[in-house]
């Protein structure tokens, strides 16, 4: 057995960026895969045109805003409040909070739990009036059209089923997705509503009811002044008589505890006031209308939150002992008008689907991929098992071993990363296991698999030895399990070129680089009359290997500094050759 094999610019199997003087100096063969024929997509396919949704600045010029949306301006009497200092319940240094330490050996303040009901940090929300930071739709309390706010990022908002037309409601976790967001503050917002004449109804008990979309989510997001994430996303329902003290009906808030015994933050129970996910409730409470009583009014307090989630509410109503409707209000009134920032494309896009070849509610992407590959090449796609092999609609057939096709049809294919191989132009080749295993896939079926690219063979008579030069570019994205091998066949069996895999910490780890190129010297025997260069990839619903520009023939001829550059290099390292069993 022979020794690994060296590359001469070691960019390719160690991860070393290729000198600037490595490279072909006589091209003998080059093959960019343009002359390939494409052919419309099988499995992935177009569905029907639509204009996508984009969340965007304002002025955006690629955008426009979508109708009836939303308003900032809710029922007569309503109010928002975004400079919210919850009626003066503050701590804005968190110092009445409780300090949550890790079991660390030395241990660490991980996070200080806020006093239940009281606002720290910052009081309103983080970066209000910004027309680049944050989503001007959800800036504190809002009264949205139900459907406009769950097609934004539907997340399970479109749970909120009780709700019809207009929802009340604070979304910090959409607010935070334009430019710096909250800016590391945190997102305070009250909701007062009306009055209520209540006048006849004193020294009685009325019910209070309305529904309401939750969901959890705290201490995980650092306060810029307080440099920490005490963030504990938490709602509060106030009754108000008169115009006089809020009186808390209801608080509830994120903190579920912990309970992984497998991190160093100590168990806890959840707080006293904890409530998870609850996306589709009725709440009912009792308020007690005193002798004198005139007036009564609610609020609604959101508090604590960073990108966490939101509160939605709807259909609020106050029925008295007899069950008759004293008051009611369900948003529907408000006139509604464009979006801001949750805006949609101008020009309109399909949308990809991953369906069977003859779905009939889709239609094939044209000049998308081959299989067919430049003449004298080869794909041998028998490391594939079997069930996935053929247009059968088990597997993506446009993936199925190497493949030639474009970037623009890996992208939208959904490999986007892919936009990134700008090496890569016009066709490339690819072998796609994670984009492959997307229909009917399964372990022993279409994963894992291998798939073999295989050049024309060479006339390589009368080369000097250790003269032959491989070079081409890369896009590769690694996860644990892909491998990609490169042998090189003189007529004798195959010798290792290049060996990468993706564990991290192995010598022959390489990392995702999604747009490079490597040169590898192919280390020519003397008297080698042929040459043969195969690349392999096995992956099982790994990522990518894809290629451009290869190129086989000679060196230019170094300068004496770079020759001993090159060998010093090779002699470190210890790379030599090795020959396939």
């Known amino acids: ?167 009340a409601v604070a979304d910090s976790d959409e607010y935070d997705d334009l430019g710096a967001g909250l800016g590391g503050n945190y997102y305070n917002t009250g909701l007062t509503s009306a009055q209520i004449n209540v006048a006849s109804y004193q020294n009685t008990d009325l019910t209070f009811s309305f529904d309401s979309s939750w969901r959890a989510e705290g201490l995980d997001d650092t ?58 409730e009725s709440l009912s409470y009792q308020v007690s209308i005193p002798a004198g009583a005139s007036t009564l009014q609610f609020a609604f307090g959101y508090i604590n939150a960073a990108n966490d989630w939101w509160w939605a509410i709807d259909n609020l109503d106050v029925k008295d002992s007899g069950s008759a409707t004293v008051w009611s209000e369900n948003f529907d009134g408000v006139t509604l008008g464009p979006s801001t920032n949750e805006r949609k494309d101008i020009n309109p896009t399909f949308s990809k689907v991953t369906a069977a070849n003859n779905d009939p509610n889709t239609t094939p992407f044209p000049n998308a991929f081959s299989h067919t590959v430049p003449a004298g090449w080869n794909v041998d796609n028998s490391g594939i098992p079997a069930p996935a092999i053929g247009d059968n609609n088990v597997g993506v057939f446009e993936w199925e071993g190497w493949s030639v096709t474009t970037r623009a049809f890996s992208a939208f294919a959904s490999q986007t990363s892919l936009n990134s191989f700008t090496k890569g132009s016009g066709n490339i080749v690819i072998a796609d296991s994670d984009e492959f295993d997307d229909f009917n896939g399964a372990t022993g079926v279409t994963k894992p698999i291998t798939t073999v690219l295989e050049s024309p063979t060479l006339d390589i008579t009368g080369l000097a030895a250790g003269s032959l030069l491989l070079q081409f570019d890369s896009s590769w994205r690694d996860e644990s399990g892909q491998t990609a091998l490169i042998t090189v066949d003189y007529g004798n069996g195959e010798v290792e070129v290049l060996n990468w895999n993706s564990t991290a910490g ?9 747009d490079e190129t490597v040169l590898l010297s192919l280390n020519n025997p003397a008297g080698a009359t042929s040459a043969k260069v195969r690349f392999e990839y096995t992956g099982g619903n790994n990522w990518f290997w894809a290629l451009d520009n290869v190129q086989i023939g000679t060196a230019a001829i170094p300068e004496p500094a770079s020759l001993a550059l090159a060998a010093l290099s090779l002699s470190a390292m210890g790379l030599a050759t090795r020959r396939r069993s």
């Open 223 to 280: 306060h810029v002044t307080l440099g920490r994430p005490d963030n504990n996303q938490t709602a509060i329902v106030y009754a108000i008589i008169d115009g006089g003290a809020p009186t808390p009906l209801d608080i509830w808030d994120s903190d579920s505890g912990n309970s992984d015994a497998g991190d160093t933050t100590p168990d806890r129970p959840a707080s006293a006031t904890f409530k998870g996910d609850a996306l589709d």
């Open 1 to 167: 057995m022979r020794r690994h094999l060296a590359a001469l610019a070691i960019a390719g199997s160690m991860g070393i960026a290729a000198p600037a003087h490595a490279q072909i100096g006589t091209v003998l063969y080059q093959e960019n895969f343009d002359s390939i024929t494409l052919g419309d997509s099988v499995n992935e396919r177009r569905g029907p045109l639509s204009f996508a949704n984009r969340t965007a600045v304002a002025t955006d010029p690629t955008t426009e805003s979508r109708p009836n949306a939303y308003t900032h301006i809710g029922p007569a009497g309503w109010t928002v409040d975004n400079a919210f200092d919850n009626f003066g319940f503050t701590d804005l240094t968190n110092s009445l909070g409780t300090d949550v330490i890790s079991t660390d050996p030395v241990p660490a303040l991980l996070y200080r739990i806020p006093l239940t009901g009281l606002i720290v940090g910052n009081t309103g929300v983080g970066n209000a009036g910004s027309a680049a930071d944050g989503v001007d739709e959800w800036e504190g309390w809002s009264f949205a059209d139900k459907t406009f706010w769950a097609s934004v990022d539907d997340q399970s908002r479109s749970a909120f089923t009780k709700a019809q037309n207009v929802v």
């Open 506 to 514: 192995d010598p022959l780890f390489h990392g995702t680089n999604l």
